[in-house]
């Protein structure tokens, strides 16, 4: 059973515009998320991250907001940029934490000139 | 500062061989990763350590073995390579829970 959800495999926006990407998960365990960005050849890098204690949390161009209710989470990029055209994963960690992360299926983020 | 070093970063194996992926970390981490990606997948844990001589199982710890033997140095092995074992694999490492840094990625093709 996944237990962290992108349910869109690519997304496609016009740069200067917001994109919107979305997260789900099923564990109500979780008490922390991560996004990571990922480019072709590369390792995932973090980009930002929330405590389940807050329902936002902003970094720049970043912003994640997170619904506990609904086991949602979403990551805003504004405005979005050429650069930012990568892949996406969302991510919880798995047990105590040290156990590792557990990732969703990705969201492939492309920015239109 | 290195970071998360991956060696090799592509190999192409027979089905049977056997090979070992290298993961070095020089960030004095305890905790480090084994994942791996696939198409449509994201990434999966393979396997895990908590800190030197200890390694625990992933999600899908299956053809693979692991040893910390180093605190420094996290090696996968593949004992008899399937092509169901082609993929990319990412080390990573961390300290904190809110803090993984991974390495750039390991191609490994099985034919």
């Known amino acids: 059973d996944q237990q962290v959800k992108q349910n869109s495999p690519s997304l496609s926006v016009q740069e200067g515009r917001i994109s919107i990407l979305n997260c789900d998960y099923t564990n109500s365990m979780f008490d922390y998320f991560l996004w990571y960005k990922k480019y072709p050849a590369e390792g995932p890098t973090f980009l930002i991250s929330?405590?389940?204690?807050?329902d936002k949390n902003e970094d720049g161009r970043f912003t994640v907001f997170l619904n506990k209710s609904a086991k949602h989470l979403s990551l805003h990029i504004v405005p979005s940029q050429p650069g930012d055209s990568a892949v996406y994963f969302c991510?919880?960690?798995?047990?105590?934490?040290?156990?590792?992360?557990?990732f969703g299926k990705g969201t492939h983020l492309i920015i239109q000139p | 500062n290195a970071g998360v070093t991956q060696t090799p970063k592509f190999r192409v194996l027979k089905t049977g061989q056997s090979m070992t992926l290298l993961c070095a970390q020089d960030?004095?981490?305890?905790?480090m990763y084994w994942y791996r990606q696939d198409p449509g997948m994201g990434l999966r844990l393979i396997h895990y350590s908590v800190g030197e001589g200890t390694t625990a199982k992933g999600e899908v710890p299956d053809g693979y073995n692991v040893s910390r033997l180093k605190k420094q140095n996290f090696l996968l092995g593949l004992e008899s390579a399937a092509p169901s074992q082609t993929s990319v694999y990412f080390c990573?490492?961390?300290?904190?829970?809110?803090?993984?840094?991974f390495g750039s990625g390991t191609r490994l093709t099985v034919v």
């Open positions: 990573a490492s961390s300290f904190h829970r809110e803090s993984y840094t």
């Open positions: 991510a919880a960690p798995s047990g105590g934490g040290a156990d590792g992360l557990t």
């Open positions: 960030m004095n981490h305890e905790y």
């Open positions: 929330i405590s389940s204690i807050k």
